[in-house]
């Protein structure tokens, strides 16, 4: 028989990227866990993905599954490390076989964030000069501020959160738009110049949360792993997931999403958009909270009958012709 008490302590290995992003976050997680369970030693070992390494192509091009979460999977599958903290957003919503995610933690202000050149500090999204040249690699803020504002300029921008602001400062983007929560875990939270409201900008599947992975088959851990876990962040992801997975996209398709939790009901709102910023169908569903992934599934029906369908066929062919 094994107990809690009786088992030797253990040590356990979180995997994680190299970038300040990820480093924080798991430093966060580390310092979490480390308080619950003060007998246990929890090391932190750090590995490149393949999104750190291509810096010089546009993400939509590269494809999305798993760009920066691949080479962490193959660690926990070989037992290098026991499980990986994500920024959710970029964890794909089918996870391969053997690993499972495990926990997902209090999620920081989901929404996306203008951040401005100096120069334009008096303005708002709303007053930025025509031509202005906005800074974003994500099609889902693309498409959306596209549809918004038509006569802004979109350009490409990739590199980590400390290279961006730098290329804006250096005067290569009128503005950048970025998660808040990223910039908010950078102690950056002092370059947001606007949250962009929900009628503007639908976040990310996912945006503002940690998931945790690791072996299906790890139970010990897994349990370990609730005492991070913030139930109603997991209820709203949960069905944000369902959501994309059904509509089977990645982070890298004009999908945003925004969820609310009122007592025992949450609302879940979609929107599914094309590149030109033209087409755009929305809708929402609300219901029971501990059915998450029910109205995920919902509201995906819902918008492939309203036209979101013949929409990503058309983004998935354009991807593949690289163009
Ligand atoms: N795809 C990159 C990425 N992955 C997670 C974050 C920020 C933190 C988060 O959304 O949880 C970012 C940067 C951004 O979108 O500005």
């Known amino acids: 028989m094994t107990s809690a008490v009786s088992s030797p302590p253990r040590t356990i290995r979180i995997g994680s990227r190299k970038s300040q992003l990820a480093l924080v976050q798991t430093y966060w997680v580390q310092e979490q866990l480390q308080k619950s369970y003060p007998d246990i030693t929890f090391e932190v070992h750090t590995m490149s993905t393949q ?26 599958l070989n037992g290098e490390i026991d499980f990986a903290v ?72 990739r590199g980590n959160l400390i290279t961006r602001l730098a290329k804006l400062d250096a005067g290569e983007y009128d503005a950048l738009i970025l998660a808040a929560a990223g910039l908010g ?63 089977e996209g990645g982070c890298q398709v004009p999908i945003g999403v925004n969820t609310e939790i009122s007592g025992e009901q949450l609302t879940l709102t979609g929107i599914v958009a094309s590149i030109d910023g033209q087409k755009l169908v929305q809708d929402s569903v609300t219901g029971e909270a501990n059915k998450a992934e029910a109205l995920g599934t919902q509201l995906a029906h819902l918008l492939r009958e309203k036209g979101a369908k013949e929409i990503l066929e058309e983004i998935f062919a354009v991807i593949q012709r690289g163009s």
Not at 55 to 68: P, Q
Not at 190 to 216: K, M, N, Y
Request: net charge negative.
């Open 86 to 157: 994500h920024s959710l957003k970029d964890l794909p919503t089918n996870l391969p076989e053997g690993l499972t995610l495990a926990a997902i933690t209090e999620r920081e202000n989901p929404a996306d964030a203008l951040v401005v050149h100096e120069k334009h500090k008096d303005k708002q999204i709303e007053t930025l000069p025509e031509g202005a040249v906005i800074g974003t690699s994500s099609l889902r803020r693309l498409a959306q501020l596209r549809h918004r504002f038509p006569h802004f300029t979109f350009k490409d921008v």
């Open 185 to 247: 875990r950078l102690e950056m939270s002092d370059r947001i110049h606007q949250i962009l409201p929900q009628d503007i900008s639908l976040h990310a599947v996912g945006q503002g949360a940690l998931g945790i992975e690791c072996r299906a088959d790890d139970s010990e851990l897994i349990s370990l792993l609730k005492a991070i876990e913030h139930p109603q962040t997991r209820d709203r992801c949960l069905a944000e997931r369902a959501f994309l997975r059904d509509l």
């Open 51 to 76: 999104g750190d390494k291509i810096l010089d192509v546009a993400l939509a091009k590269i494809g999305d599954k798993g760009l920066f979460t691949k080479e962490l999977e193959l660690g926990m």
